[in-house]
């Protein structure tokens, strides 16, 4: 009998996702494990445009365009639509990542922000968050 491994649904913060999506960043194995289908990345609307904000003023416009066209083809892309907003965290521009990992009920949210601890104290909705490196362990177990 062959036990199928859950794909794990993932919330990525704009720092994570910027830094893995050049091949030369030591973060690039975070873009190319979701390519593979590794993980599944969920994204509302107010992500997508942040992601492609700060590609395009970082790397250009073509960039932006040529990674939000590989967001869309992939099968590995949730996007979901945010009906309520919870507003747990300091920053207001963090809200959109909580709270789009409660509406898909993600597994992790992946980020380097400091800001995104009070999750951790957060009983109801849980929302697991790590950091890259707790990420990579989690892929290769």
Not at 8 to 24: E, G, M, Q
Not at 32 to 54: D, P, R, T, W
Not at 95 to 114: E, M, P
Not at 131 to 141: C, M, P, R, T, V
């Amino acid at each position: 009998m062959t036990v199928q491994r859950k794909i794990p649904k993932i919330v990525l913060d704009t720092n994570i996702f910027l830094v893995s999506l050049s091949r030369k960043s030591p973060y690039h194995w975070v873009f190319k494990n979701f390519i593979q289908g590794k993980f599944q990345l969920c994204v509302s609307n107010e992500i997508l445009s942040e992601y492609a904000e700060i590609i395009e003023r970082h790397m250009g416009r073509e960039v932006a365009d040529a990674t939000l066209q590989v967001l869309f083809e992939t099968p590995y892309l949730i996007k979901t639509v945010i009906y309520f907003k919870w507003g747990i965290l300091d920053d207001p521009d963090d809200n959109k990542f909580s709270d789009c990992g409660f509406a898909v009920n993600a597994d992790y949210l992946v980020t380097h922000d400091k800001g995104f601890g009070k999750l951790k104290e957060w009983k109801f909705p849980r929302l697991a968050v790590i950091d890259a490196k707790q990420f990579s362990e989690l892929l290769e177990g």
